[in-house]
């Protein structure tokens, strides 16, 4: 089994969306955090977010390492190579995004990881009619074959996949994953927000339906029950039933994950069991 890591390019212009993409709200938290997180549920090593020289960010989740990236202007070869060589030591292999993936969902990086498990050094998703090289699998000793092609001037990621081993992914192959298919079938991982437009109309969707249920105390006037609700972070789950997740109350996320981050990430498919602190949850 390879370890994988993650790696969140932060450090572009966003000169079409106007204002920094990682600081934008979503759903009471910033497209920086949900993207990081999103990729922290997915894998079992190191997340790293790589920002341009002095750039300021917003809160990271906790257990989540900041990079700068000491060159400015380079684009996102400069930012993959940086974030490759942080985790390079932890992790065989790396699933790399970029901020502004509202709907990645974590079967998807998952899938896209699998793929590289026969030896590939590149995981190439071509999803909805793109090549997506800001949301594919790297391995990670391609740090330094990246860092010498910048010093050619090579900085388009497309040069990258001619010096290695890259396997496409096409719809099918993605949707071939049975959870992928299920969650996000329209593969909307890897829709980005890159116009205040795009922004508005994303963020007025609402929230993905996840499963809520109730343990112990907490579970009164048969709350205990399983139901579905819109909820976008686990503070926006507990809200929906009518809880706080103050020291009296833990969540359990999809039976493991025990925490009490409100701004921690939900996704289609997710059930958050909600139980009492108190009593030893």
Do not use: I
């Not at 920002?51 to 684009?75: F, H, K, T």
């Not at 071509?126 to 949301?135: D, I, M, N, T």
């Not at 997740?245 to 990430?265: E, Y």
């Not at 498919?269 to 108190?278: H, R």
Request: glycine content about 12%; some cysteine.
């Amino acid at each position: 089994m390879q370890t994988a890591a993650g790696v969140v390019l932060a450090g572009g212009r966003s000169s079409r969306m106007g204002r920094p993409k990682a600081w934008l709200e979503w759903h009471g938290s910033t497209l920086l955090y949900r993207a990081a997180a999103v990729v922290g549920r997915a894998v079992d090593g190191p997340v790293v977010v790589v920002a341009a020289p002095g750039q300021e960010l917003p809160p990271l989740p906790q257990g989540v390492s900041l990079v700068e990236d000491p060159v400015e202007g380079l684009g996102p070869m400069q930012g993959l190579a940086v974030g490759l060589a942080a985790v390079a030591d932890r992790a065989e292999v790396a699933f790399v995004c970029s901020t502004d993936l509202p709907f990645l969902h974590p079967a998807f990086v998952r899938r896209v990881l699998r793929a590289m498990d026969g030896g590939a050094d590149v995981a190439l998703p071509v999803a909805r009619g793109f090549r997506q090289p800001l949301a594919a699998g790297y391995r990670t000793a391609l740090a330094g074959l990246v860092t010498e092609l910048l010093a050619a001037g090579d900085l388009r990621p497309g040069m990258l996949f001619k010096h290695c081993e890259a396997v496409q992914l096409n719809d099918g192959e993605l949707l071939a994953d049975s959870g992928l298919a299920r969650h996000d079938p329209e593969l909307e991982s890897v829709v980005n927000v890159n116009s205040p437009e795009d922004y508005a109309a994303a963020r007025e969707r609402p929230p993905a339906e996840v499963t809520v249920e109730c343990f112990g105390a907490l579970a009164r006037n048969g709350s205990h029950r399983p139901r579905t609700v819109p909820a976008a972070t686990l503070g926006a789950a507990a809200a929906a039933a009518g809880l706080s997740l103050d020291r009296h109350v833990v969540a359990a996320l999809n039976g493991d994950q025990v925490t009490r981050d409100g701004a921690l990430p939900l996704v289609a498919g997710d059930t958050v069991s909600f139980l009492s602190a108190d009593a030893g949850g």
